[in-house]
């Protein structure tokens, strides 16, 4: 199963923000899974500017700056509404990468440009299943609708080539989609307005009328047959909802 890589990414459509805006954002986010696991505790923030990352103790007194310096610019250099794009890394130091989260953001477009997503393992290196778990995503997943204008989001395992061949007996191949093999799935309330929720799968109504649907609360494994059967009904209500591409 260290085959798979397993992620959380979500999106909402264009919303111009500050920065100073996109950086609350940022420190919320990064503050409430440090405190949420133990895993999301220690934290590098990107300086685009120096080409390097910075502990988030230091990040805090420039986080305006560094998000500033992430503004989109078009091919002649000038600043557009594209908004602002920001990157981290949690984990240990010095790991290559197996046990480490990386998020990037991006925010503050005017086109649909906008996306947060969360990585399990860094730099093309398998993670460690130690940080795969149902709590760790599940946290993260409630953390990032809190604090993003998510209109979805998705928590899903990926392989390469999975539309062409099965991952699970009895099971067909997924269709691509930017959903992947979803393992818990978010909409909106305005995209969960008019949905019957899918059978089969766990349903938790939102009190702000949002709508997360899970294929299982065990970590999710692409070669289980109803793991799968589950994740095959995330995957086609999501593409019903918003289509192949979100």
Request: hydrophobic share 45%; with cysteine.
């Given at each position: 199963?260290?085959?798979?890589?397993?992620?959380?990414?979500?999106?909402?459509?264009?919303?111009?923000?500050?920065?100073?805006?996109?950086?609350d954002r940022l420190i919320k986010t990064v503050d409430a899974l440090s405190e949420a696991q133990a895993c999301f505790r220690i934290w590098e923030i990107g300086d685009i500017k120096k080409k390097r990352m910075t502990s988030l103790a230091a990040a805090?007194?420039?986080?305006?700056?560094?998000?500033?310096a992430g503004v989109y610019r078009d091919d002649s250099g000038k600043t557009t509404d594209g908004g602002y794009s920001v990157f981290a890394l949690a984990g240990p130091p010095k790991d290559?990468?197996?046990?480490?989260?990386?998020?990037?953001?991006?925010?503050?477009?005017?086109?649909?440009?906008n996306k947060v997503e969360l990585a399990a393992g860094y730099n093309s290196?398998?993670?460690?299943?130690s940080i795969v778990s149902y709590p760790?995503?599940?946290?993260?997943?409630?953390?990032?609708?809190?604090?993003?204008?998510?209109?979805?989001?998705?928590?899903?395992a990926y392989r390469f080539g999975y539309p062409e061949e099965s991952s699970a007996p009895g099971v067909p191949p997924f269709q691509y989609s930017r959903f992947h093999m979803p393992w818990m799935s978010y909409l909106s309330p305005r995209l969960a307005t008019?949905?019957?929720?899918?059978?089969?799968?766990?349903?938790?109504?939102?009190t702000n009328g949002g709508l997360i649907m899970i294929a299982t609360k065990e970590r999710l494994d692409p070669t289980d047959?109803?793991?799968m059967t589950r994740s095959r009904i995330l995957s086609e209500t999501m593409i019903d909802r918003l289509g192949v591409d979100g």
């Open positions: 199963m260290n085959q798979y890589n397993f992620g959380l990414r979500s999106a909402w459509s264009g919303a111009p923000e500050s920065d100073v805006s996109v950086a805090r007194l420039r986080m305006t700056e560094l998000v500033r290559p990468g197996s046990r480490l989260f990386a998020l990037t953001a991006t925010a503050g477009s005017k086109w649909d440009l290196v398998e993670p460690d299943l760790i995503f599940r946290s993260a997943l409630d953390i990032m609708i809190s604090n993003w204008p998510c209109a979805w989001a998705n928590v899903y008019g949905l019957t929720p899918p059978q089969r799968v766990d349903v938790e109504h939102l047959t109803l793991h």
